[in-house]
C-alpha cells in the first residue's frame, strides 16, 4: 500500500520547506507539494508541525555489545531492535571491539541478519581491533566479495594499548585488501580506525598516505572529539580528504578526562574551516565507555547509548545554533556517502523510504519509517524483537 506523508518540514537533508512524501515499494515515489494519488489506496501520516528527515545512520554500533576490559562481569549487552527503532536509526554498521575472542564475526554476521530480518538496513566491517585481521572467509577480499553486509574492515585500533600497535606496512596492506575488495564488490571498502588516547594520534594514517599509494579516504577515524589535540588532528586529516567520525556516547568520565561534547565539537569543527560534508558522528552505541588510572587499571565502565545519536545532533541545532539542515547531514547523507550506501541518507525518489518525524520545536522522534514500514508512530513502538 502507498503511504503518503503529508504537511511535513522537509529536510532532505536539504531545506525543501512544507512538503508531501509519498513511498510505495520500500522506497520514496515522489515529493511534491501536490502529490496527486488519484483512486490509489493510500495510507496518510498527517505530519503537520513535524520535521521529516532521512532514517538515521550511524556508522558504528557494537551489536553484540563489547567491554570485558574490567573482567567477565564488564561485558555489555547485546542491541536489541528496540534500541535501533527508538534510535531513528534505520541503518548500522556492527564491528566488533576489544574482544574478538568472547565476540566474534560468526555471531556479528548472525546478529546482522537478525537486524535485517526485522527491516533494519544493517551491515558489519570484518575485522576487529586486532591486526593480523580475522576474516570469515579466509581475506579480507573474500568477506566483502562472498558476504553481502560487509562493507569494510574495523575497527582497528592505532594509538591505544588495547590494539596491536600496527606498523605503517601492515596498516597499508589492510587497506589495500580492503580497498580493492570494496572495488570489486562495489562497496566502501573502508577502514573504520579506533583511534585511542595515545600521542601517536593520526600519524600513523598520514605515514601510510605519505609512504605508499593508499590515500587518506581509505580510512574513516572514530572518536576523534576524544581530546582538545585529537580534535585539532582531525581537522587536519579532514582539510586532506579524509572522514572523521565523533562519538556521541559519553559520560561525565570522559568529559572529565578532556572529550569534547560532539555538538559543541561539531561547532569547533565547522568555525575551523573544516567541511560539514567531511564530519559524521555515530553513537558507539553498546560499546564499553572505560576510563582507565594512569598505571593503565580500569577505572570505571558505562554503556554506550544509540540514542545519544540524536541527542547530540539536537543539542548541534537547540543550543549550538547550527542550522538542522546542516547538523543532520552527520547522521544521514555524509555517513551514507562515507560507506557508499547509495541509496541512503537523503530523502528524494528513488531512494529508501527511511524517514523520521520530529517534532519541530523539540526535535524528539514521534515516527519512524524503515523501508516504507512505520516502525514507531506517535512515539509508540509498532516493532520490538521476538524476545523483549
Ligand atoms: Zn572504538
Given amino acids: 500500500m502507498l503511504k503518503l506523508i503529508k504537511n511535513a518540514h522537509v529536510f532532505?537533508?536539504?531545506?525543501?520547506?512544507?512538503?508531501?512524501?509519498?513511498?510505495?515499494?520500500?522506497?520514496?515515489l515522489s515529493i511534491g507539494d501536490a502529490i496527486d494519488c488519484g483512486s490509489a489506496d493510500v495510507s496518510v501520516i498527517d505530519a503537520a508541525g513535524m520535521v521529516a528527515v532521512p532514517g538515521f545512520v550511524d556508522s558504528l554500533v557494537h551489536v553484540l555489545g563489547g567491554g570485558g576490559e574490567g573482567g567477565f562481569t564488564t561485558r555489555t549487552p547485546e542491541v536489541q531492535l528496540s534500541d535501533v527503532i527508538q534510535s531513528g536509526v534505520t541503518t548500522l554498521v556492527g564491528a566488533l571491539g576489544t574482544d574478538s575472542?568472547?565476540?566474534?564475526?560468526?555471531?556479528l554476521v548472525c546478529k546482522t541478519h537478525e537486524l535485517k530480518a526485522h527491516g533494519i538496513s544493517a551491515f558489519f566491517y570484518t575485522g576487529s581491533y586486532h591486526l593480523p585481521i580475522d576474516t570469515l572467509c579466509g581475506s579480507i577480499q573474500k568477506d566483502l566479495m562472498y558476504i553481502e553486509p560487509c562493507l569494510g574492515v574495523g575497527e582497528v585500533a592505532i594509538a591505544d594499548h588495547r590494539g596491536s600497535q600496527p606498523s605503517v606496512r601492515e596498516l597499508a596492506r589492510v587497506a589495500s585488501h580492503a580497498r580493492v575488495g570494496g572495488m570489486l564488490s562495489g562497496?566502501?571498502?573502508?577502514?573504520?580506525i579506533h583511534?585511542?588516547?595515545?600521542?601517536e594520534r593520526l600519524d600513523l594514517l598520514h605515514q601510510v598516505a605519505e609512504q605508499t599509494d593508499v590515500p587518506l579516504s581509505a580510512f574513516y577515524p572514530t572518536h576523534i572529539n576524544r581530546d582538545a589535540e585529537l580534535l585539532a588532528?582531525?581537522?587536519?586529516?579532514?582539510?586532506?580528504g579524509g572522514t572523521i567520525d565523533l562519538t556521541t556516547s559519553s559520560n561525565p568520565q570522559s568529559f572529565a578526562f578532556g572529550e569534547i561534547k560532539c555538538s559543541k565539537a561539531l561547532k569547533k569543527l565547522l568555525s575551523m574551516g573544516v567541511s560539514v560534508d567531511a564530519i559524521t558522528f555515530s553513537s558507539d552505541g553498546h560499546a564499553s565507555l572505560p576510563e582507565f588510572n594512569p598505571d593503565g587499571s580500569l577505572n570505571s565502565l558505562d554503556v554506550g547509548c544509540m540514542r545519544s545519536l540524536l541527542d547530540e545532533v539536537?543539542?548541534?541545532?537547540?543550543d549550538e545554533g547550527i542550522p538542522l539542515e546542516q547538523a543532520i547531514q552527520v547522521i544521514t547523507s555524509t555517513p551514507a556517502k562515507t560507506l557508499s550506501l547509495h541509496h541512503k541518507g537523503q530523502l528524494k525518489p528513488g531512494f529508501d523510504a527511511d524517514v523520521v518525524l520530529m517534532k519541530a520545536d523539540s526535535l524528539e522522534i514521534n515516527d519512524v519509517i524503515c523501508g516504507g514500514e512505520v516502525m514507531m508512530e506517535k512515539q509508540h513502538l509498532l516493532k520490538k524483537g521476538r524476545f523483549e
Avoid: T
Fill in 187 to 192: 562497496k566502501a571498502g573502508v577502514v573504520s
Fill in 12 to 28: 532532505a537533508p536539504e531545506d525543501l520547506g512544507i512538503q508531501s512524501i509519498l513511498i510505495g515499494g520500500g522506497q520514496v
Fill in 314 to 318: 539536537r543539542d548541534a541545532v537547540l
Fill in 233 to 240: 588532528a582531525g581537522a587536519v586529516f579532514a582539510k586532506q
Fill in 195 to 199: 583511534v585511542g588516547p595515545g600521542e
Fill in 101 to 107: 575472542v568472547g565476540r566474534n564475526l560468526p555471531a
